[in-house]
């Protein structure tokens, strides 16, 4: 059984059309990442998978239709909005005794083990902390919660660059154990890239690339070119072309690596560049429309 | 990743596994609401505390001769008991007004701070949490009043004794006439029914609640009013005005058998008349709007995302 299996999501807020047809399978055990730009339907898709929102299509998240099944579903479903949802009001030790008395997979001892490791304290008043501490502290509830799936959107937002490290670095250390599944959205590539197993591109809506990150090494190549290869490369119908330093680079989708060796360095995107090649068509479409 | 083997806080750990999970759920959602709203608890306390210091003071300036002449006459014995029954009113009044303001931040609050999203990620039904917060008015906020009620009546009792026996007065002939276990009785009975009478009116501040995007305190009053003033113009003091102004204001007196207007005092138990609290098709319409409020409540809960 799929751990997420969605045919045909669509969602309009009044006249705007959040998910436009969104089909998405995430097996268990992937650490998927979810990127789009702002209003590409990130938050909406994820929302719709932990319950938040109803959408039209077929949604099933571990075997379950979370818009009618959302209190269950939280058993084994973990989800961070953003670092702003903790409640101000509450005190880190009244955090730790809620979860452990509504939350039946919430593993106290856990919890403190991780936060022993930062500087919060119990008496602490959540409006008292940092943004980056709230994050630590939230991370810390989520990661003693024993679930099949953890969702994740924008967890990272408005946090300086070393929380932001440290979230991830933790994540992947402390809790990804390989049955496990992630799904996080950002918009941000570069700081998700080195830890996702599968990509999911969304542009108004829609999916644009959904693949394995072994699939995205092996379709996407980069070709630096100089002036007088240039023609005999855009022949081979790149994707995307630009331009850093007086040199041309080039990027291909599926094309194989001989003929691009004979044009030039033949190096792997980064998931930035491909991101940037495959919305920045997208977006030049919309201007031009 | 290490674990450790004792938890490092020195709270203790709270021992109630036993019980079957929704319980167990509800009893965390009630404390819950009780860590964030302090002032449920506080505030009929200091009105209660306010109560016990007025009769004290009261007590102070009557004069030996005013307290004889009072006992003397067993028609008057309504007066040793009129400030207990004022220090009653008063904190029954103040969990009304802290309830009201309660109900209407309840599904509002959560929503403004976003923190409906990290409520939202437990297992948590919406059913469940709209009932935790349909049950503090209902079934907390009773059960705070009439402690602090008791509370405050012994601490009057113990003050006004003192007192007495400064100024040479024997305090028996006060505890004499003194029927606590009567006035507490009444208490329990009157709550009991104030709680059913008033249930439409949380149920609908705790509806506003959850669906007003701002100032649900307008919200919930200006239908009330349009209603009101619409009918008193049309109809006169009629039906709808006086049917809304008794659901918020009147009810006091339903399940006693003192006459409708309260005039005379309740005095004894035979004052109480259960047929009379059960018999009123108001009750019973009330409980029932009160339970479509509620409903609709937890629908739109369900749908609602942060403002």
Redesign the interface.
Known sequence: MSCIRARGLRKAFGSTIALDGVDLTVEAGRIVGLIGPNGAGKSTTL?AI?????CEGELEVLGRDPWAQ??????DV?????V????????V??A?????????RFD???A??F??RTTIR?ASRIRDLSKGMVTQL?LALIMAVDVKLLVLDEPTLGLDILYRKQFYDTLL??YFDGDRTILVSTHDVAEVEHILTDVVFLDRGRIVLDASMEEVQDRYLEVVVGPDRLAAARALRPLHERTLLGRSILLFDGVAREPLAALGEVRSPGLADVFVALMGGTQTAREAA | MTRDPEPLSDAPAVAVPTWPAPLRTFYWLIRRELWEHRVLYIAPAAVAALGVIGTFIGSLHLSNAERAARLADPASTYDYMEPFGFVAGTVFLGGVVVSILYCLAALHGERRDRSILFWKSLPVSDLMTVLSKAAVPTLLMPVIVFTLVVVAHLAVAALTSLVWLANGFDPRLLWAELDLPFLWTVLAYGLTFMTLWHAPVFAWMLLVSAWARRVPFVWALAPLAAIAIVGRLAFGAGPTFSHLAGRLTGGFTGPFTVGSRGEAPVTSLADLDPARLFGQPGVWIGLLVAALFLFAAIRLRRSRSPI
């Open positions: 929302h932990v319950g938040l929102t109803a959302r209190g269950s579903l939280m058993h973990c989800f961070i909005a953003d702003a949802v903790m409640p101000r009001w509450m005190r030790g009244q730790l005794d809620f979860m452990a008395g509504v939350h039946p106290r001892a856990r403190e083990s936060l022993a119990h939230h250390n402390d």
